[in-house]
């Protein structure tokens, strides 16, 4: 028997961002319980991979992550 073996993680990005918003980093939190806000149970987080602002949205259903996100 022997051990699984891989190679290293890369010391440096393959791909640098030059540009604010051209890479953003997206989670879906929840459900939240008890609900927040107005039985809004769901939360956005976006990252912009340049400048590191932080952007957060709270959603009622994870069915409006779409227009969240085109809104934002």
């Known amino acids: 028997m022997t051990k699984?073996?891989?190679?290293?993680f890369p010391c440096q990005a393959?791909?640098?961002?030059?540009?604010?918003?051209?890479l953003v980093?997206?989670?879906?939190?929840?459900?939240v319980?008890?609900?927040?806000l107005g039985e809004r149970r769901y939360f956005l987080l976006l990252v912009d991979n340049t400048s590191r602002i932080i952007w957060t949205v709270l959603l009622p259903?994870?069915?409006?992550?779409?227009d969240a996100i085109k809104q934002i």
Do not use: M, N
């Not at 699984?4 to 290293?8: A, K, S, V």
């Not at 997206?26 to 459900?31: I, K, N, Q, V």
């Not at 319980?33 to 927040?36: D, E, N, T, Y």
């Open 4 to 8: 699984q073996r891989r190679r290293p």
């Open 14 to 22: 393959l791909y640098h961002v030059q540009e604010q918003l051209e």
């Open 25 to 31: 980093h997206d989670d879906l939190g929840g459900p």
């Open 33 to 36: 319980k008890p609900a927040i």
């Open 61 to 66: 259903t994870k069915g409006a992550l779409a």
